[in-house]
DNA sequence: GGAAAAGTCAAACATATGTTCTAAAAAAGT
DNA sequence: ACTTTTTTAGAACATATGTTTGACTTTTCC
């Protein structure tokens, strides 16, 4: 898709906000208005080619018709939802491949594009109250505090595992005396452990 | 609510259609167009009838801004959504009070109303993967089968406990050794856990 | 630097659309 | 039957709104 213009972003953007808070679409002066145009064929100009685009549609000879895109007009994540984009390891890492099989409940808060969930596989975590076919809510971090449960990519692998840092060392450790911790240095943190869903 | 003449019905039921299919309102002469009224100040004057007994609104002097009352086009509970009423034992039995706290995002499928969610206290239920202060997800029924897990009220107070039934016993059993079984003669199902979320 | 393209504005324009007014028809109440 | 209220129609009206046109400015490109 092709960048837009600051300007066309403003005139979407403000768009959006008005049918939202009206239930009705704005008047190209209404839109001049708000993103500096001053004229109303500036307006048309850009709105010409903002539906050339695909972003919106109007009717010649109708008033107050701009409709936006499906594309846009879409909750573009669904809200409260969290994407689950497959398996990850809890014990022996079995291999993450990444596509959205549904989308979880969740709160995410205002930054919902950096969480998603893994479906948890095997038993090392089962002292920390983490069941195979759990899912874990994970938001994206290149980090984290000792102590704190995180996803890693281990050889191309995903794994859960708490993180443990003493002494300069890193290891990831499995709550499950039956398996044993890896070594931190050969993985990288995808992202750091925040909710649990489990359906019965 | 007063009762609505055929007519004005269909003025509602046509403005609806038309604003699910077009993303905007008709105009007034649309609006006659389809439910036979020839004249636009006849629109005008079964509008201003509605307006009044608010069923829908619209500004004067904007074209096309009719928009319908939320009693109208409102989705009615939030979809999704679990309410989070209390606490419950999973230890020493606790008072369950119940008023909804916030509304937890889980998909509780076509009955939601039959929902809600727990708070667990104490840690009776290790052994099952249910820590203290995961919120259980709970369907209300009168009953359950063995090995399920289930909330029970017992004296009052809410728990949460599997079930078992053997020989024509009833038990609640506890996921952790270092608490007793109760007597289920003694208490009623208040509903069966489905699900489980836990916020770190 | 000059040409081409894109963006903007101002003004005049055409018309879609809500408004007003008056009157006729229909319905309801007495 | 008569009055009152409600509903509808038609025409004229005012204006909100999209459209067109031409010129000017800014940006992009060679």
Redesign the pocket.
């Known amino acids: 898709m092709k960048n837009l ?1 600051d ?2 972003q403003r005139i979407l953007d403000f768009i959006r906000a008005y049918l939202d808070e009206n239930g009705y ?8 208005g708000n993103v ?12 010409k ?1 903002l539906r050339e685009m695909g972003y919106l549609q ?9 409709t936006l895109t499906d594309q846009e007009r879409e909750v573009l994540p669904p809200q409260g939802m969290v994407p689950l984009v497959g398996n990850v390891a809890a014990g022996a890492p079995i291999l993450a491949e990444e596509h959205v099989e549904e989308y979880i409940p969740f709160d995410a808060g205002p930054h919902p594009e950096d969480y998603f969930a893994l479906r948890v596989r095997g038993e090392s975590m089962l002292g920390a109250g983490i069941l195979p076919d759990d899912l874990v809510i994970v938001r994206r971090q290149p980090e984290a505090y000792n102590g704190e449960i995180v996803v890693a990519l281990f050889e191309d692998e995903a794994t859960v595992k708490t993180l443990s840092r003493k002494n300069g060392e890193v290891w990831l450790l499995p709550e499950n005396p039956d398996y044993e911790p890896i070594d931190g240095r050969a993985c990288r943190i995808l992202g750091k452990v925040v909710g649990l869903v489990r359906r019965y």
């Open positions: 213009s300007r066309q679409p704005p008047s190209f002066r209404e839109i001049g500096g145009l001053k004229s109303p064929s500036s307006v048309d100009h850009q709105l080619r109007y009717e010649e000879g109708h008033f107050r018709s701009i």
